[in-house]
């Protein structure tokens, strides 16, 4: 899952990031509402987190922008105002779901997954597949040729990643922002180590390999077939 979240609170915004990087999930962040709003209409998001108040434009102001422009994608309205006319308001703007200041981050998630559930109501919009290799997104699980792979959840992420791109090279760049959230080169062999466990685990004992390194250039999910 990709989510966008707009947020201008440090802490709270950490404290989303680190608990959707650890269930496996890709995040991008904005501290206001006019940077929210160009990730919202320029990025491929499979959900929105968007604050209530925000510096700049608010974030009901961005929800009806992009209903306006036809963006459907679920958007769950984060706000410490809980009155029932507040959250009529933010529902009324476009937004899918209404969260209240404070919450558990296992209810943000709970709600997002069944967000995401209503949205794509086919579950084949939530499988990707390359040859015999599946993953279910809304399962969160791993399978090639019907045996289950188990991956953790950063495994899972990049795996993720490399599907979403099947065919193409994905950069080590790309790799270190969607799933590290790493906007610079940290100068280790990170990627690497992670590549070779994918590998063993989606590759090894299989008559057909898929991932590939492309010397020079990057990584490559690849049906042969």
Do not use: C
Request: zero cysteines; charged letters at 25%.
């Amino acid at each position: 899952m990709h989510i966008l979240l707009v947020e201008d609170d440090h802490d709270t915004a950490e404290f989303i990031r680190k608990g959707m990087l650890q269930h496996g999930h890709q995040i991008d962040i904005a501290d206001n509402g006019d940077d929210g709003l160009h990730l919202a209409l320029t990025g491929h998001f499979d959900a929105m987190v968007i604050d209530r108040m925000l510096p700049g434009r608010d974030g009901l102001s961005i929800v009806q922008a992009i209903r306006q422009l036809d963006i459907h994608t679920p958007v769950l309205i984060l706000s410490a105002l809980g009155e029932v006319d507040h959250r009529v308001e933010g529902l009324q703007a476009g937004g899918d779901d209404y969260l209240v200041k404070p919450y558990a981050f296992s209810e943000l998630l709970a709600r997002l997954q069944a967000l995401l559930r209503r949205s794509q109501p086919d579950q084949t919009q939530t499988v990707l597949k390359v040859r015999d290799l599946e993953m279910d997104l809304l399962k969160h699980q791993v399978t090639r040729a019907s045996k289950v792979i188990d991956l953790l959840p950063r495994e899972f992420t990049l795996l993720e990643v490399l599907m979403r791109h099947a065919e193409q090279v994905v950069t080590r760049t790309m790799l270190l922002e969607k799933v590290w959230d790493y906007h610079f080169d940290p100068q280790t062999n990170i990627i690497d180590v992670y590549i070779s466990r994918l590998r063993n685990k989606i590759d090894k004992g299989f008559d057909v390999p898929l991932l590939s390194t492309v010397r020079g250039a990057g990584y490559m999910l690849h049906d042969p077939g």
